[in-house]
């Protein structure tokens, strides 16, 4: 039985679970679930990832966390009872996992590593908050340690950045719009601040930028590892300052005993120190660590016999220094200990010893050395910053360790209260000692003691250093004979505070014998008080102290007797009558000197602060006393703070008239110093003496008194310095007037209470009078003024103590009032008065809404005028912000309507001015580059834009009633809705929030849709009928465009997760806007027709965003248009025009984002089914031209899409040329644009010129000349044009035009330019011009004749399939090939352009299945074009070059031939059966034109009879003889006679061994001729033809005979003798043959009368005449680039090549196939031998000389280009013959045999 669920509301999935019972619930481990029900063991619910889909899951496989449950039943929501930082870390994990897989596949490994730690760490930061044992401190550090790399982790991912405050994500609903933006900018910042070093992170938070933090060093000994001594040592550890030449803390002391250890077995692993309270400024200083070693034990260490064993001396040793400057950044960098090794260095000198360690750190080595082992003291160092507390909080460990706490010497640089300090540092500086009649110097040691009044020796005060306790008395170390000691040796005496007056020092100074009894005997002593007689202490000083004489039975017990005596110069003066017979005689040539520093926070070394806290004492001196405070030091003063405010105060009760003025500046003297960032930790002492120790209550009359006495004399006085000061000082003035009242009041019962008022209001009255001063001329009143507002604020919570919160919101009111207005001030006066309004906006006092309605109204009167200046614009927005923030925390309360009223009166029309100005500012500096300033821009435009959307988001219907009502015009209220909709286009367009600011987006958007709400309807009643204004409506309408399109509300491209969070929160704020703004649209009525066609582009826009409700709405609005424009003029040509034109400028200029790419799909919704457009349109009377303007427009968006894609992305320029064409083409026929069309001719011409088309390029620019005519119509700047007459333009295009095709060598396209621009010139009598224009004319007929050109090869290409672009899907194209490019290499750069596509390995046409399939198919082969200029080519005298370029230009018609058998084969000659499939293209354009390849517009098909195909072979022979023989008999080619001797000796070797003789027996065979009776005049068309050939070969023969190389005579003798047997086997076919032989017998028939027996060929041949044959082909431009044969073979090669599986017939078929087109079975491969004669460089074509069956160039690759154009070497005879020894035969089993060679090549290439 399932039940509802009590408790068991939410869990964590820890195990995943298939969902493998029915109805279960897949689940992954980690998700999280929502329980409604359970039963035995198993819980029903849903999964948060999807909440739409419940089942059934095992209960044990879920974690139950704690919940809250609210709206309990059906639509409960659950909530995890959870920190919010955990559940954020939980969403965010989980958000980044995906990322994060990606970072790897997208190769951003450093990334990915990076984001793994972090998110290790997160997961570990997360557990030990879910652990619950931190205390409230580590919870806080582990929070923020998760803020910051949660928020480092989304900065380098490009997710949104998550606003805080104290670590917490805010609620955006629940603050201003301004506090969202500065946590915005401070989450940014601490985001910025981050390093990439996610572990460096330091919080940005809760530091008080104005507290200096300390720095710590602790140090730890490990060991003294080199200690080879053999004694006891003192190390002793202190900083030392080398610039200042002093130590700057106490000493730290190790006692190691002779092993090395130390002597106190207790502090093994505890020698350790914290050096406190170094300031950032120390840390700066050349500070060193300075160690000196002192040993214990005899007076010298080498000598045994020096002093007894039992005395032990205190001896120098050694000294080891480290710099810290040079390990501080390892230290910052570490966070923990580092070791590190110091060698210890002893002095060469022991006089010296004092200053061994300066002489280490400046290297002077002479006077140290070095030790002989490398070890040292090994010591760690580890840097900590913060206060005490903190330090100790952060290491416990450290502390445990019996830490030595080591202080600076004086105080630190904030010197806490509580910190109570007493310490005497004594310096032993150095002593003169006489030799006293000895032979060598002393040996002195000095022993201190420190005696009380009484002569008691005091126990344990005095200190050799931390670490170690303290001791009775002090003994020096001992240099060794030294008369001259300098020891420098610091003590620290920490006496007893009550000890401290009557106590004095005694030091006592021994010679230390080293004789055998080695015994210490004193010969004098010095003393010093500790205190002076007027209880001042021993002053910071060197004191040099007399030495008096005594000796070892010498008593001190009656210290009376020496302590009368003077101690030292300044004694000696000060008591001048001493008696000479005292016992103990000064020694007056030896001294002693020592200096002291005084620590204390009890003890004082002032006279004048004695005087004044002595004051009864000397009440004479009073006005002198205070006087002199102002000269004692802070330090002095903070320590006895409480006592010198007492006797100030009872100095003032004791006469007030006499001292009240200067106990007035003493106390403001005191109250300023506390102002010192040093001392401004005492503010809460001087807080508390104020509330618990005070006790003047009738101060405040005289308090009042003075501070308005200083007021009203800032008016004359030139010189205000101590005016300013007590402005400065005003509130702690205005807390002891308050304290004194409370105190008198409390006393008398409240007694004066009106008095009281009264002097507060008259004071009042005198600050006014102050502020109200004209201070432009005098800058001391003007420093008076500012001090005295950067004050006043701070005397509010005082005064209402006092006060009702009205009654001080009044003084507030009148103080403020009283300031000039913003014109009579300075600019520096400006800013003050502005600091000093926010701070009274930021006090207590303005969060009492009673003081807000009194003060509220002047603030925002200030700030009007300032913002109407443009000045001091950031201080400004910071008060707007915070009186925000207020209205925001209390907007439950009612007066809130009221303040809210009152900031849309003052401030609504002035921030928008002001926001347009600051945005046109921006938007100008970012034009001039360089000149941003990003305080000006960036942070003002966001700061005014959060105050903006702070108001409106406050504002309720009554406020936009109020507001609208207001308006005193029309005027008014237009000028207003055109300033904000401007503000709010501005918004979206300059992006002000960075695009990861996704709440403060959001938000906006949601405010600016809320307002168009509250405004449309004004709009709608004010402007729409008589009164109708395009202005604003325009406005309105692309605002609400813009606002659809913004980025940050494309909801299809955020995650699922976000998506719903926002659709929860806002809903899809575009279809809110659509739908005003079609409510707006049909609104308008007849005024629609303003809007055409300024509107369709942007509504088209916003028909782009993907949303189908948005696109809905706005269909109708189109529909709307047209019917409009129909309805005016009769016709809808704008809408057509403007949204052609719209389309085509969204989408190929490439505007907008991937949505863009289901344009398509989205015109389908526009004009495709219901509610289309389309199936609007059908139920108008405009239905027909409705119909074909939207077909029209969805074809030209198929094109346009396919440009899009074309011309984004890595696409070949080929696809990008075709694409433009198409487009351009469809500009022109299709919709008639002209400016489109031109347009496009220009990207076309440019993209022909990156791909260096220039042919192509002159063809495109010239359709543009073409629309130009040779007039003088003035034409507009347009594109890169300037404004120019028609004349001028189109002269500039031919010329352009004429440059490109020089350029692309098609030198005879240029020439009938030449020639226009010529008759132009002469009719314009511009000579000049001519004559250039008819040079260029003539250079281009040289370079014609001259230079040489490639034929370029065509190919055809088939695109089936629908994957293709639209403008090539299932079409077929001829192209003209690049030059050297053959059919492989241009069937790989085809397949390389369409990498998915998939090459058909036939030639024949492809069915449905393949034209319709979801795929790319390519077919590609070889074809030849057919030319238009045929009598050209029919010339004979007419140079090959310039043939050349007629057969391969202006060609539009191409064909390719298959052959294949009809009927039986014949097994005996094949040809009588072998039918050719002729296929004629025609294209849409000539090629070259303005693409490399055209449309196929026509194919026909045509069938060749055997008998026709052999006409057409031998005849085209007959051609290529005549056409060679021309050109030797016109020395057109010269010298080379080979290609003469290659082309005869393949006709006639081949005519012997039975090439036209197969022609013989297959057609004039008695069978065929009775079978075939039709075919009569046909055969004799063939017998004629074979005649002619005889008689051309013999006119050959004779021009080969006179050219031929003496070298080749052989080879000419053997085609003699073969002509010979060729005429022979035709003798009886065709009688009389033998009186055509002019080669036989030696004589030569003139030329002319051979050639013109030859009857010319009709054009219903020409037009079958392969472009291989001696009619295309006439010299050596083509020789060996393809077959000298027939078209016939050529084809036959083509299907060869790709294989065509649907013949049915094995590759030797096909074979037989190429042989039989021509009867000739010899000459298998022959090209090969052709290309060595014709080129040094040997070719792999395979075409014949004579054979027809030679597959050709096209299908498989020939010579390259290269070797076409070199004029053919002279090879030797023997190469010749050699070359030419092919086999004979005729069976057609041997043709086979010797056809594998080739027949394998071709299979190669299938």
Same mark, same amino acid.
């Given at each position: 039985?399932?039940?509802?669920?009590?408790?068991?509301?939410?869990?964590?999935?820890?195990?995943?679970?298939?969902?493998?019972?029915?109805?279960?619930?897949?689940?992954?481990?980690?998700?999280?679930?929502?329980?409604?029900?359970?039963?035995?063991?198993?819980?029903?619910?849903?999964?948060?990832?999807?909440?739409?889909?419940?089942?059934?899951?095992?209960?044990?496989?879920?974690?139950?966390?704690?919940?809250?449950?609210?709206?309990?039943?059906?639509?409960?929501?659950?909530?995890?009872?959870?920190?919010?930082?955990?559940?954020?870390?939980?969403?965010?994990?989980?958000?980044?996992?995906?990322?994060?897989?990606?970072?790897?596949?997208?190769?951003?490994?450093?990334?990915?590593?990076?984001?793994?730690?972090?998110?290790?760490?997160?997961?570990?930061?997360?557990?030990?908050?879910?652990?619950?044992?931190?205390?409230?401190?580590?919870?806080?550090?582990?929070?923020?340690?998760?803020?910051?790399?949660?928020?480092?982790?989304?900065?380098?991912?490009?997710?949104?950045?998550?606003?805080?405050?104290?670590?917490?994500?805010?609620?955006?609903?629940?603050?201003?719009?301004?506090?969202?933006?500065?946590?915005?900018?401070?989450?940014?910042?601490?985001?910025?601040?981050?390093?990439?070093?996610?572990?460096?992170?330091?919080?940005?938070?809760?530091?008080?930028?104005?507290?200096?933090?300390?720095?710590?060093?602790?140090?730890?000994?490990?060991?003294?590892?080199?200690?080879?001594?053999?004694?006891?040592?003192?190390?002793?550890?202190?900083?030392?300052?080398?610039?200042?030449?002093?130590?700057?803390?106490?000493?730290?002391?190790?006692?190691?005993?002779?092993?090395?250890?130390?002597?106190?077995?207790?502090?093994?692993?505890?020698?350790?120190?914290?050096?406190?309270?170094?300031?950032?400024?120390?840390?700066?200083?050349? !500070?060193?660590?300075?160690?000196?070693?002192?040993?214990?034990?005899?007076?010298?260490?080498?000598?045994?016999?020096?002093?007894?064993?039992?005395?032990?001396?205190?001896?120098?040793?050694?000294?080891?220094?480290?710099?810290?400057?040079?390990?501080?950044?390892?230290?910052?960098?570490?966070?923990?200990?580092?070791?590190?090794?110091?060698?210890?260095?002893?002095?060469?000198?022991?006089?010296?010893?004092?200053?061994?360690?300066?002489?280490? @750190?400046?290297?002077?080595?002479?006077?140290?050395?070095?030790?002989?082992?490398?070890?040292?003291?090994?010591?760690? !160092?580890?840097?900590?910053?913060?206060?005490?507390?903190?330090?100790?909080?952060?290491?416990?460990?450290?502390?445990?360790?019996?830490?030595?706490?080591?202080?600076?010497?004086?105080?630190?640089?904030?010197?806490?209260?509580?910190?109570?300090?007493?310490?005497?540092?004594?310096?032993?500086?150095?002593?003169?000692?006489?030799?006293?009649?000895?032979?060598?110097?002393?040996?002195?040691?000095?022993?201190?003691?420190?005696?009380?009044?009484?002569?008691?020796?005091?126990?344990?005060?005095?200190?050799?250093?931390?670490?170690?306790?303290?001791?009775?008395?002090?003994?020096?170390?001992? !240099?060794?004979?030294?008369?001259?000691?300098?020891?420098?040796?610091?003590?620290?005496?920490?006496?007893?505070?009550?000890?401290?007056?009557?106590?004095?020092?005694?030091?006592?100074?021994?010679?230390?014998?080293?004789?055998?009894?080695?015994?210490?005997?004193?010969?004098?002593?010095?003393?010093?008080?500790?205190?002076?007689?007027?209880?001042?202490?021993?002053?910071?000083?060197?004191?040099?102290?007399?030495?008096?004489?005594?000796?070892?039975?010498?008593?001190?017990?009656?210290?009376?007797?020496?302590?009368?005596?003077?101690?030292?110069?300044?004694?000696?003066?000060?008591?001048?009558?001493?008696?000479?017979?005292?016992?103990?005689?000064?020694?007056?040539?030896?001294?002693?000197?020592?200096?002291?520093?005084?620590?204390?926070?009890?003890?004082?070394?002032?006279?004048?602060?004695?005087?004044?806290?002595?004051?009864?004492?000397?009440?004479?001196?009073?006005?002198?006393?205070?006087?002199?405070?102002?000269?004692?030091?802070?330090?002095?003063?903070?320590?006895?703070?409480?006592?010198?405010?007492?006797?100030?105060?009872?100095?003032?009760?004791?006469?007030?008239?006499?001292?009240?003025? !200067?106990?007035?500046?003493?106390?403001?003297?005191?109250?300023?110093?506390?102002?010192?960032?040093?001392?401004?930790?005492?503010?809460?002492?001087?807080?508390?003496?104020?509330?618990?120790?005070?006790?003047?209550?009738?101060?405040?009359?005289?308090?009042?008194?003075?501070?308005?006495?200083?007021?009203?004399?800032?008016?004359?006085?030139?010189?205000?310095?101590?005016?300013?000061?007590?402005?400065?000082?005003?509130?702690?003035?205005?807390?002891?007037?308050?304290?004194?009242?409370?105190?008198?009041?409390?006393?008398?019962?409240?007694?004066?209470?009106?008095?009281?008022?009264?002097?507060?209001?008259?004071?009042?009255?005198?600050?006014?009078?102050?502020?109200?001063?004209?201070?432009?001329?005098?800058?001391?009143?003007?420093?008076?003024?500012?001090?005295?507002?950067?004050?006043?604020?701070?005397?509010?919570?005082?005064?209402?103590?006092?006060?009702?919160?009205?009654?001080?919101?009044?003084?507030?009111?009148?103080?403020?009032?009283?300031?000039?207005?913003?014109?009579?001030?300075?600019?520096?006066?400006?800013?003050?008065?502005?600091?000093?309004?926010?701070?009274?906006?930021?006090?207590?006092?303005?969060?009492?809404?009673?003081?807000?309605?009194?003060?509220?109204?002047?603030?925002?009167?200030?700030?009007?005028?300032?913002?109407?200046?443009?000045?001091?614009?950031?201080?400004?927005?910071?008060?707007?912000?915070?009186?925000?923030?207020?209205?925001?925390?209390?907007?439950?309360?009612?007066?809130?309507?009221?303040?809210?009223?009152?900031?849309?009166?003052?401030?609504?029309?002035?921030?928008?001015?002001?926001?347009?100005?600051?945005?046109?500012?921006?938007?100008?500096?970012?034009?001039?580059?360089?000149?941003?300033?990003?305080?000006?821009?960036?942070?003002?435009?966001?700061?005014?834009?959060?105050?903006?959307?702070?108001?409106?988001?406050?504002?309720?219907?009554?406020?936009?009633?109020?507001?609208?009502?207001?308006?005193?015009? %029309?005027?008014?209220?237009?000028?207003?809705?055109?300033?904000?909709?401007?503000?709010?286009?501005?918004?979206?367009?300059?992006?002000?929030?960075?695009?990861?600011?996704?709440?403060?987006?959001?938000?906006?958007?949601?405010?600016?849709?809320?307002?168009?709400?509250?405004?449309?309807?004004?709009?709608?009643?004010?402007?729409?009928?008589?009164?109708?204004?395009? %202005?604003?409506?325009?406005?309105?309408?692309?605002?609400?465009?813009?606002?659809?399109?913004?980025?940050?509300?494309?909801?299809?491209?955020?995650?699922?997760?976000?998506?719903?969070?926002?659709?929860? %929160?806002?809903?899809?704020?575009?279809?809110?806007?659509?739908?005003?703004?079609?409510?707006?649209?049909?609104?308008?009525?007849?005024?629609?027709?303003?809007?055409?066609?300024?509107?369709?582009?942007?509504?088209?826009?916003?028909?782009?965003?993907?949303?189908?409700?948005?696109?809905?709405?706005? @269909?109708? /609005?189109?529909?709307?248009?047209?019917?409009?424009?129909?309805?005016?003029?009769?016709?809808?040509?704008?809408?057509?025009?403007?949204?052609?034109?719209?389309?085509?400028?969204?989408?190929?200029?490439?505007?907008?984002?991937?949505?863009?790419?289901?344009?398509?799909?989205?015109?389908?919704?526009?004009?495709?089914?219901?509610?289309?457009?389309?199936?609007?349109?059908?139920?108008?009377?405009?239905?027909?031209?409705?119909?074909?303007?939207?077909?029209?427009?969805?074809?030209?968006?198929?094109?346009?899409?396919?440009?899009?894609?074309?011309?984004?992305?890595?696409?070949?320029?080929?696809?990008? @040329?075709?694409?433009?064409?198409?487009?351009?083409?469809?500009?022109?026929?299709?919709?008639?644009?002209?400016?489109?069309?031109?347009?496009?001719?220009?990207?076309?011409?440019?993209?022909?010129?990156?791909?260096?088309?220039?042919?192509?390029?002159?063809?495109?620019?010239?359709?543009?000349?073409?629309?130009?005519?040779?007039?003088?119509?003035?034409?507009?700047?347009?594109?890169?044009?300037?404004?120019?007459?028609?004349?001028?333009?189109?002269?500039?295009?031919?010329?352009?035009? @004429?440059?490109?095709?020089?350029?692309?060598?098609?030198?005879?396209?240029?020439?009938?330019?030449?020639?226009?621009?010529?008759?132009?010139?002469?009719?314009?009598?511009?000579?000049?011009?001519?004559?250039?224009?008819?040079?260029?004319?003539?250079?281009?007929?040289?370079?014609?004749?001259?230079?040489?050109?490639?034929?370029?090869?065509?190919?055809?290409?088939?695109?089936?399939?629908?994957?293709?672009?639209?403008?090539?899907?299932?079409?077929?194209?001829?192209?003209?090939?690049?030059?050297?490019?053959?059919?492989?290499?241009?069937?790989?750069?085809?397949?390389?352009?369409?990498?998915?596509?998939?090459?058909?390995?036939?030639?024949?046409?492809?069915?449905?299945?393949?034209?319709?399939?979801?795929?790319?198919?390519?077919?590609?082969?070889?074809?030849?074009?057919?030319?238009?200029?045929?009598?050209?080519?029919?010339?004979?005298?007419?140079?090959?070059?310039?043939?050349?370029?007629?057969?391969?230009?202006?060609?539009?018609?191409?064909?390719?031939?298959?052959?294949?058998?009809?009927?039986?084969?014949?097994?005996?000659?094949?040809?009588?059966?072998?039918?050719?499939?002729?296929?004629?293209?025609?294209?849409?354009?000539?090629?070259?034109?303005?693409?490399?390849?055209?449309?196929?517009?026509?194919?026909?098909?045509?069938?060749?009879?055997?008998?026709?195909?052999? /006409?057409?072979?031998?005849?085209?022979?007959?051609?290529?003889?005549?056409?060679?023989?021309?050109?030797?008999?016109?020395?057109?080619?010269?010298?080379?006679?080979?290609?003469?001797?290659?082309?005869?000796?393949?006709? /006639?070797?081949?005519?012997?061994?039975?090439?036209?003789?197969?022609?013989?027996?297959?057609?004039?065979?008695?069978?065929?001729?009775?079978?075939?009776?039709?075919?009569?005049?046909?055969?004799?068309?063939?017998?004629?033809?074979?005649?002619?050939?005889?008689?051309?070969?013999?006119?050959?023969?004779?021009?080969?005979?006179?050219?031929?190389?003496?070298?080749?005579?052989?080879?000419?003798?053997?085609?003699?003798?073969?002509?010979?047997?060729?005429?022979?086997?035709?003798?009886?076919?065709?009688?009389?043959?033998?009186?055509?032989?002019?080669?036989?017998?030696?004589?030569?028939?003139?030329?002319?009368?051979?050639?013109?027996?030859?009857?010319?060929?009709?054009?219903?041949?020409?037009?079958?005449?392969?472009?291989?044959?001696?009619?295309?082909?006439?010299?050596?431009?083509?020789?060996?680039?393809?077959?000298?044969?027939?078209?016939?073979?050529?084809?036959?090669?083509?299907?060869?090549?790709?294989?065509?599986?649907?013949?049915?017939?094995?590759?030797?078929?096909?074979?037989?196939?190429?042989?039989?087109?021509?009867?000739?079975?010899?000459?298998?491969?022959?090209?090969?031998?052709?290309?060595?004669?014709?080129?040094?460089?040997?070719?792999?074509?395979?075409?014949?000389?004579?054979?027809?069956?030679?597959?050709?160039?096209?299908?498989?690759?020939?010579?390259?280009?290269?070797?076409?154009?070199?004029?053919?070497?002279?090879?030797?005879?023997?190469?010749?013959?050699?070359?030419?020894?092919?086999?004979?035969?005729?069976?057609?089993?041997?043709?086979?045999?010797?056809?594998?060679?080739?027949?394998?090549?071709?299979?190669?290439?299938?």
């Amino acid at each position: 039985m399932w039940t509802p669920t009590e408790e068991e509301k939410y869990g964590v999935v820890i195990c995943s679970f298939r969902g493998s019972v029915p109805q279960g619930l897949v689940l992954e481990i980690g998700e999280t679930v929502q329980i409604l029900e359970k039963c035995e063991g198993w819980y029903r619910g849903v999964s948060t990832k999807k909440p739409n889909v419940k089942g059934i899951f095992p209960a044990n496989y879920i974690h139950l966390k704690k919940a809250i449950v609210s709206n309990r039943g059906q639509y409960e929501t659950v909530v995890p009872l959870e920190d919010s930082i955990v559940t954020e870390v939980t969403a965010t994990l989980q958000e980044w996992a995906s990322l994060w897989k990606q970072l790897y596949v997208k190769h951003k490994v450093d990334l990915f590593y990076k984001l793994r730690h972090v998110m290790n760490e997160l997961i570990d930061l997360r557990r030990q908050l879910l652990s619950g044992h931190l205390t409230q401190d580590q919870v806080r550090e582990v929070k923020r340690h998760i803020t910051v790399r949660l928020d480092w982790g989304n900065e380098h991912l490009g997710l949104d950045l998550v606003p805080r405050k104290d670590f917490e994500v805010v609620d955006a609903d629940q603050i201003s719009v301004s506090d969202l933006y500065k946590m915005h900018l401070s989450s940014r910042q601490s985001v910025q601040q981050s390093t990439s070093q996610v572990d460096t992170m330091r919080p940005r938070h809760g530091e008080t930028c104005r507290i200096p933090v300390p720095h710590h060093f602790f140090l730890s000994l490990k060991s003294f590892t080199y200690n080879t001594i053999g004694e006891d040592t003192d190390v002793f550890f202190s900083l030392y300052d080398m610039r200042e030449g002093k130590q700057i803390s106490e000493r730290f002391l190790v006692r190691l005993n002779k092993n090395g250890g130390p002597r106190n077995p207790e502090k093994i692993e505890r020698m350790c120190a914290l050096f406190t309270d170094l300031s950032s400024k120390d840390m700066k200083r050349d !500070l060193y660590i300075v160690a000196h070693v002192i040993r214990i034990g005899r007076m010298l260490l080498n000598d045994s016999k020096k002093g007894p064993a039992h005395l032990h001396y205190r001896r120098p040793y050694g000294c080891a220094v480290l710099s810290i400057l040079d390990v501080l950044q390892s230290l910052t960098e570490l966070k923990e200990e580092k070791d590190f090794v110091l060698k210890v260095y002893t002095c060469n000198n022991e006089s010296e010893w004092s200053q061994i360690h300066e002489n280490i @750190i400046r290297k002077s080595s002479a006077k140290y050395s070095a030790p002989s082992a490398s070890h040292g003291l090994i010591i760690s !160092l580890q840097l900590l910053r913060g206060d005490m507390e903190q330090i100790r909080r952060e290491n416990p460990m450290i502390f445990n360790r019996g830490l030595a706490i080591t202080r600076k010497l004086g105080f630190p640089d904030v010197i806490m209260p509580g910190d109570i300090r007493n310490d005497l540092y004594l310096t032993l500086e150095k002593g003169d000692f006489e030799r006293g009649g000895k032979s060598v110097q002393k040996n002195i040691e000095v022993t201190m003691y420190v005696l009380y009044a009484d002569g008691e020796i005091l126990k344990d005060c005095i200190s050799l250093g931390s670490g170690e306790p303290n001791r009775s008395s002090y003994h020096s170390f001992v !240099l060794y004979h030294s008369n001259s000691p300098r020891w420098g040796e610091i003590i620290k005496l920490p006496i007893p505070i009550d000890r401290f007056r009557g106590s004095h020092l005694r030091f006592e100074f021994r010679h230390c014998s080293t004789k055998d009894k080695g015994e210490k005997k004193l010969f004098g002593f010095a003393f010093s008080p500790l205190m002076r007689d007027d209880g001042t202490t021993l002053s910071d000083d060197i004191h040099e102290l007399y030495v008096y004489k005594c000796d070892e039975n010498s008593t001190f017990n009656n210290h009376a007797l020496y302590l009368g005596l003077p101690c030292c110069k300044e004694d000696y003066n000060g008591c001048p009558n001493i008696p000479s017979s005292l016992i103990f005689q000064r020694s007056t040539k030896e001294s002693f000197f020592i200096s002291t520093q005084l620590s204390s926070t009890k003890l004082t070394q002032n006279v004048d602060l004695l005087a004044l806290l002595k004051w009864k004492a000397f009440p004479d001196r009073i006005m002198d006393i205070l006087g002199r405070l102002r000269h004692v030091s802070g330090e002095e003063i903070v320590k006895f703070l409480q006592d010198i405010l007492d006797t100030l105060f009872v100095i003032l009760d004791d006469n007030t008239e006499k001292y009240g003025l !200067l106990v007035f500046q003493s106390l403001v003297f005191i109250i300023n110093l506390l102002r010192d960032i040093k001392y401004f930790h005492f503010r809460p002492v001087m807080d508390t003496y104020i509330q618990k120790h005070f006790a003047g209550a009738l101060a405040y009359k005289e308090l009042i008194r003075c501070l308005k006495w200083y007021m009203d004399c800032s008016a004359e006085l030139i010189r205000q310095d101590h005016i300013q000061e007590a402005m400065r000082a005003l509130e702690y003035l205005f807390k002891f007037i308050v304290q004194s009242r409370i105190l008198y009041s409390r006393a008398t019962c409240g007694m004066e209470e009106e008095q009281f008022r009264s002097s507060i209001q008259e004071l009042f009255q005198s600050i006014r009078f102050v502020l109200s001063l004209d201070s432009r001329n005098s800058e001391t009143l003007l420093f008076t003024q500012a001090a005295l507002l950067n004050s006043f604020p701070t005397i509010f919570d005082e005064l209402l103590q006092m006060f009702t919160v009205q009654e001080v919101a009044e003084f507030v009111r009148g103080t403020l009032g009283s300031m000039p207005s913003t014109v009579h001030i300075g600019q520096s006066m400006d800013v003050v008065k502005l600091q000093s309004i926010a701070r009274t906006v930021d006090s207590r006092l303005f969060s009492f809404s009673e003081s807000r309605r009194i003060l509220l109204p002047v603030v925002l009167h200030h700030i009007h005028l300032h913002l109407r200046q443009q000045k001091e614009l950031l201080i400004c927005s910071g008060i707007l912000g915070s009186i925000f923030s207020i209205v925001k925390t209390s907007s439950l309360e009612a007066d809130v309507m009221e303040e809210v009223e009152m900031m849309v009166e003052s401030l609504l029309d002035v921030l928008l001015q002001t926001l347009l100005t600051i945005m046109s500012k921006s938007h100008a500096q970012e034009a001039v580059r360089g000149q941003r300033c990003p305080q000006c821009t960036a942070e003002i435009t966001g700061e005014y834009v959060s105050c903006l959307l702070s108001l409106l988001r406050q504002m309720c219907d009554t406020h936009y009633q109020h507001l609208l009502d207001n308006f005193q015009s %029309k005027d008014e209220l237009k000028e207003f809705l055109l300033k904000i909709f401007c503000v709010f286009r501005n918004l979206m367009k300059m992006s002000v929030f960075p695009r990861d600011w996704m709440v403060m987006r959001l938000l906006t958007s949601n405010i600016i849709v809320t307002t168009v709400q509250y405004l449309s309807s004004a709009l709608h009643k004010n402007f729409t009928e008589t009164d109708f204004d395009f %202005k604003v409506w325009n406005s309105y309408f692309s605002l609400a465009v813009l606002f659809i399109n913004q980025p940050s509300l494309q909801l299809e491209i955020i995650t699922s997760t976000k998506r719903k969070k926002i659709l929860d %929160k806002y809903g899809d704020m575009r279809v809110m806007m659509a739908y005003e703004l079609f409510s707006m649209w049909q609104n308008l009525g007849e005024h629609k027709i303003h809007f055409i066609p300024g509107m369709i582009g942007p509504f088209l826009g916003v028909t782009l965003v993907p949303q189908p409700e948005v696109r809905n709405i706005m @269909i109708p /609005i189109f529909h709307d248009m047209m019917d409009w424009e129909q309805r005016k003029n009769g016709n809808f040509k704008q809408v057509e025009a403007e949204l052609i034109d719209k389309l085509d400028s969204m989408v190929s200029e490439g505007k907008g984002d991937e949505s863009y790419r289901e344009l398509f799909g989205l015109l389908t919704q526009l004009f495709g089914p219901y509610p289309s457009l389309l199936e609007k349109v059908e139920q108008e009377t405009w239905r027909e031209t409705g119909i074909s303007f939207v077909t029209s427009v969805t074809r030209l968006m198929e094109r346009l899409l396919d440009y899009r894609d074309c011309m984004k992305g890595e696409e070949t320029e080929n696809k990008k @040329i075709g694409c433009t064409v198409n487009l351009m083409n469809f500009y022109k026929s299709e919709i008639n644009k002209e400016e489109m069309y031109i347009r496009y001719i220009h990207k076309l011409c440019d993209m022909h010129l990156q791909a260096e088309n220039y042919t192509e390029a002159a063809f495109t620019l010239l359709l543009y000349c073409e629309l130009l005519q040779w007039e003088e119509r003035p034409l507009r700047e347009f594109l890169h044009y300037p404004s120019q007459t028609e004349w001028q333009r189109k002269e500039g295009l031919c010329r352009k035009i @004429i440059h490109y095709f020089n350029k692309g060598k098609s030198w005879e396209f240029g020439i009938p330019l030449c020639r226009e621009l010529a008759c132009q010139y002469e009719s314009l009598y511009d000579y000049q011009s001519l004559s250039w224009i008819r040079k260029m004319e003539a250079s281009y007929y040289d370079n014609i004749t001259e230079q040489q050109r490639l034929e370029p090869e065509f190919f055809r290409v088939g695109f089936y399939g629908r994957k293709f672009p639209f403008f090539l899907r299932n079409k077929e194209y001829v192209c003209r090939g690049h030059d050297y490019e053959r059919l492989e290499a241009f069937q790989q750069r085809m397949l390389s352009e369409f990498p998915q596509a998939v090459a058909m390995q036939h030639p024949n046409h492809p069915d449905d299945t393949i034209l319709q399939c979801d795929a790319q198919y390519l077919q590609i082969y070889a074809v030849t074009p057919i030319p238009d200029y045929v009598d050209v080519l029919q010339m004979d005298r007419v140079p090959d070059r310039v043939k050349s370029f007629y057969r391969v230009n202006n060609v539009r018609k191409f064909r390719y031939d298959r052959p294949f058998h009809k009927g039986p084969k014949d097994k005996e000659n094949e040809f009588k059966s072998l039918w050719i499939e002729r296929t004629t293209l025609t294209l849409t354009h000539s090629l070259p034109g303005i693409s490399r390849w055209f449309e196929v517009e026509r194919r026909e098909l045509v069938e060749v009879s055997p008998l026709e195909n052999a /006409i057409q072979v031998v005849e085209n022979k007959n051609q290529e003889l005549r056409a060679l023989i021309s050109q030797y008999q016109h020395k057109q080619v010269h010298g080379n006679i080979n290609l003469l001797s290659m082309c005869l000796n393949g006709v /006639i070797d081949a005519a012997v061994n039975g090439g036209i003789a197969r022609y013989q027996e297959a057609f004039f065979d008695k069978d065929y001729i009775t079978k075939h009776p039709g075919d009569a005049e046909k055969i004799t068309q063939l017998k004629e033809l074979m005649q002619e050939q005889v008689h051309v070969l013999g006119v050959g023969l004779a021009v080969h005979e006179k050219f031929v190389h003496p070298e080749m005579r052989p080879l000419h003798k053997k085609l003699i003798d073969q002509f010979q047997m060729m005429r022979a086997s035709l003798y009886h076919e065709f009688p009389g043959l033998d009186k055509l032989s002019p080669a036989c017998s030696g004589t030569s028939t003139p030329r002319g009368n051979v050639l013109a027996s030859h009857s010319p060929m009709s054009p219903e041949n020409i037009k079958m005449t392969h472009r291989h044959s001696p009619m295309n082909l006439m010299g050596t431009g083509r020789h060996s680039s393809s077959s000298l044969s027939s078209h016939t073979s050529s084809e036959a090669g083509n299907v060869v090549m790709l294989g065509d599986s649907s013949m049915g017939e094995a590759p030797e078929d096909l074979y037989h196939h190429m042989q039989l087109a021509y009867p000739n079975p010899r000459y298998q491969g022959s090209v090969t031998n052709v290309s060595v004669l014709s080129s040094s460089q040997a070719s792999p074509s395979s075409s014949s000389l004579s054979s027809t069956h030679s597959a050709p160039s096209q299908m498989i690759t020939s010579a390259p280009s290269s070797a076409r154009a070199r004029k053919p070497e002279r090879p030797t005879v023997a190469v010749m013959e050699r070359e030419m020894q092919w086999p004979t035969g005729k069976s057609l089993s041997r043709q086979q045999k010797g056809g594998k060679a080739a027949t394998g090549r071709i299979q190669t290439f299938t």
